[in-house]
């Protein structure tokens, strides 16, 4: 039986002095669920945010194994949250069951996948250069360097992903990974959720004895400007939209001591198709592709939102049964009926505009998303236009038909910058389009080839980021042990006798971590 207060997590304690209170609706039928949630006052954001202060110190210093400890006992947590959670997540979001339990594991596997960053020391970065004194001129001293975490993060919760990019997702394994305390701004799409997986975190800390303000959550709307604000804070983690995360980057900027902000924020995605792929397999891709614009009622961040080839008859073909394909797709329950209207709104702004046209889909009403397929002159994106670089969030993508190859070149080359882009294509056409891979590596963090971009794996070489507008920072991502490092810093060691320097930086390298010593790589076994 789930046990929900709605209280915010402050200091290992659950605080509730605020008198603006919340409800969490069912995403499918509207009504509000018997959850009542407290905002947090000004005074509560600053105890949250004093709290991972207070916690930092112990945390960041603590072994890299009794973190990774700690994020193995979060992820036994959240496997163990039942049946009567995953009803509760599917009533707030209206995503299936299915997706929730996938999602619950890959929650769960962040944690374990960062745990083993951990124990195998990477993340440190360790680099020695050893004293030279009898260099000449002027003798080297000894110079050691590794990585500590930032200090106290904010993250900001997803409204499509409430479990992987959320409470315990990514950016909160990441940043605790590091030894940053969190606190968690909670989305109002699903509080209830977010609560369950808080306690799963709590009950993990107090098993594996983490300090008082290791993890730290808060309700309400408005409370993410006093918490960006707030001096303890040391840098932000967020996934959402380009306005929501543009405000949260001023808002970092212009404190008395600026932050980095780590925002995913806007990607339209686009898929590139060549003409030996359109010959060999067009109605295959065709297919597959709708079946990537509305998965998940095409509420994910890496949706392909813009296809573009070169004008051909085979290209005509394949719009037609791409047009057939999507409008053959049922209409979809959205997150809540917030995304609903932005939807229908995206929707309305393409459907103005005279140099796009609409090619399938049924008229969107009702509470449902219904998927679409536009066509839009090449000259929008050559002319500047922004409205085919804004993301559509839900169920739709715009065909692009370009002239020649110089006019596909000039097309991409005006594309913002993407957490995706795609090349669906034969060897053939690789070799003869073999500049585009260059171009399209300039605009994105993730450059596919025959596949779709729907579906991010969390692993060691994955990159979910990109050039802004997709990201605030193109040097991080938010997916895959990359991530960890958008939440440290480099310290460099002068001149230390080897008993006090950190253990992975000693000459014995207790934790048998690689480092780079004076240029070469190497690796110390554990005595």
Do not use: W
């Not at 090619?359 to 009702?366: P, R, V």
């Not at 236009?385 to 739709?396: I, K, R, S, W």
Request: aromatic share 6%; hydrophobic share 40%; charged share 20%.
């Amino acid at each position: 039986m789930l046990s929900i207060t709605g209280h915010n997590y402050i200091g290992g304690e659950r605080r509730a002095a605020g008198s603006v209170q919340h409800k969490s609706l069912d995403a499918s039928s509207g009504e509000a669920l018997p959850y009542i949630f407290t905002q947090a006052t000004p005074e509560e954001v600053d105890a949250a945010a004093q709290s991972a202060a207070a916690a930092y110190p112990q945390f960041r210093n603590l072994s890299a194994v009794r973190r990774a400890e700690f994020l193995e006992a979060i992820a036994d947590e959240i496997d163990a949250l039942g049946d009567d959670f995953i009803a509760l997540v599917t009533r707030e979001t209206a995503l299936p069951a299915g997706r929730i339990q996938g999602e619950r594991g890959r929650t769960s596997g962040q944690m374990r996948l960062f745990a083993k960053v951990l124990r195998r020391g990477d993340f440190y970065g360790a680099r020695i250069d050893r004293a030279l004194p009898d260099r000449q001129p002027m003798p080297r001293p000894d110079l050691r360097q590794y990585q500590i975490g930032v200090g106290p993060v904010a993250v900001f919760g997803a409204s499509n992903f409430p479990l992987a990019f959320s409470t315990g997702g990514g950016d909160t394994a990441s940043a605790l990974a590091a030894g940053c305390p969190v606190v968690f701004k909670a989305h109002s799409g699903h509080m209830a959720t977010a609560e369950c997986v808080a306690d799963a975190i709590i009950r993990a800390a107090e098993k594996t004895g983490m300090p008082k303000g290791v993890f730290n959550m808060i309700f309400g709307s408005g409370v993410g400007e006093a918490l960006v604000k707030h001096p303890a804070i040391q840098a932000v983690g967020f996934t959402g939209s380009l306005k929501g995360g543009r405000a949260l980057c001023d808002l970092a900027a212009a404190r008395p001591q600026p932050i980095p902000v780590f925002a995913e924020m806007s990607s339209v995605n686009p898929v590139v198709i060549l003409p030996g792929a359109l010959q060999a397999r067009g109605t295959t891709v065709a297919q597959e592709l709708a079946g990537s614009v509305v998965l998940g009622c095409g509420q994910f961040c890496t949706n392909p939102g813009l296809v573009i080839g070169l004008r051909s008859a085979e290209f005509r073909a394949f719009t037609e049964k791409l047009g057939e394909a999507i409008a053959a797709q049922p209409a979809q329950t959205m997150l809540n009926a917030g995304t609903l209207r932005s939807y229908t709104n995206g929707l309305a702004q393409l459907q103005a505009h005279p140099k796009v046209s609409h090619l399938a889909g049924a008229e969107q009403t009702g509470n449902q998303g219904v998927p679409q397929l536009f066509k839009a002159d090449v000259s929008m994106l050559l002319e500047g236009d922004y409205l085919l670089q804004e993301e559509v969030f839900g169920p739709t993508t715009v065909v692009v038909e370009v002239a020649d190859r110089e006019e596909l070149t000039r097309a991409l080359q005006s594309m913002h910058g993407q957490l995706t882009a795609t090349l669906i294509a034969e060897r053939d056409d690789l070799l003869a389009y073999r500049d585009l891979l260059s171009l399209l590596e300039e605009k994105a963090g993730r450059v596919l080839l025959n596949g779709y971009p729907t579906g991010v794996e969390v692993c060691d070489a994955m990159v979910h980021g990109g050039p802004y507008p997709a990201t605030s920072d193109a040097r991080g991502t938010s997916v895959g042990t990359l991530a960890i490092n958008r939440f440290l810093r480099p310290v460099c060691y002068q001149n230390y006798p080897n008993e006090v320097l950190p253990e992975a930086l000693q000459n014995a390298n207790p934790l048998g971590i690689q480092r780079l010593v004076d240029g070469t790589h190497t690796r110390e076994a554990l005595n």
